[in-house]
T-cell receptor, first 112, second 110 residues
Framework: DQQVKQNSPSLSVQEGRISILNCDYT??????FLWYKKYPAEGPTFLIS?????DKNEDGRFTVFLNKSAKHLSLHIVPSQPGDSAVYFC???????????FGTGTRLTIIP | DAGITQSPRHKVTETGTPVTLRCHQT?????MYWYRQDPGHGLRLIHY???????DKGEVSDGYSVSRSKTEDFLLTLESATSSQTSVYFC?????????FGQGTRLTVV
């Protein structure tokens, strides 16, 4: 039972355009959401997070949107750069719990 | 950098042999985790620990055991390795629900 789903295994975007990565979840107990970026042969690194009391969080070129009623979050990267090419994982944690559940990942390729 | 070191970084082992992977952290973090990464499955939790001698199973714990006798070390053991355990294994700690990962161990079972 996959509680966090990323339905697009891969995405290609032209450099300079917007990249939109999507994530859906089923567990209504999740109240904290994160995005991680992973390069080959490295561990995932934290990108941005959002609490369920918000519907948007921005950090430079990265914005995360949360739609609680739809149990959906998305990561927007604008403008996309070649260094953004990586695998992106969304993750979620339940209330008062440190244990993260991760999605299946989306491989983003930025085309120069 | 949360001071997480995994060893070994690469290992090839034969089916049926026991294997132990080590995760070492230097900053006294309470929560530690073992994940495996596989194509199409993302990162799946194997076992986790909330303190010394306090461990619990994750979603894919069959065939794995863990031990945490010291705060700084979290060991993952494959009792009898199988080809389905060929994977990349990541250790992580969490601080305020943000995970920090080690560099990973690539394990191949032949």
């Amino acid at each position: 039972d996959q509680q966090v789903k990323q339905n697009s295994p891969s995405l290609s975007v032209q450099e300079g355009r917007i990249s939109i990565l999507n994530c859906d979840y089923t567990n209504s107990m999740f109240d904290y959401f994160l995005w991680y970026k992973k390069y080959p042969a490295e561990g995932p690194t934290f990108l941005i997070s959002i609490s369920s009391i918000k519907d948007k969080n921005e950090d430079g070129r990265f914005t995360v949107f949360l739609n609680k009623s739809a149990k959906h979050l998305s990561l927007h990267i604008v403008p996309s750069q070649p260094g953004d090419s990586a695998v992106y994982f969304c993750a979620a944690a339940p209330e008062r719990n440190e244990k993260l559940t991760f999605g299946t990942g989306t491989r983003l390729t930025i085309i120069p | 950098d949360a001071g997480i070191t995994q060893s070994p970084r690469h290992k090839v082992t034969e089916t049926g042999t026991p294997v132990t992977l080590r995760c070492h952290q230097t900053e006294n973090h309470r929560y530690m985790y073992w994940y495996r990464q596989d194509p199409g499955h993302g990162l799946r939790l194997i076992h986790y620990s909330y303190g010394v001698k306090d461990t619990d199973k994750g979603e894919v714990s069959d065939g794995y055991s863990v031990s945490r006798s010291k705060t700084e070390d979290f060991l993952l053991t494959l009792e009898s390795a199988t080809s389905s355990q060929t994977s990349v294994y990541f250790c992580a700690i969490t601080i305020d629900r943000q995970a920090f990962f080690g560099q990973g161990t690539r394990l191949t079972v032949v």
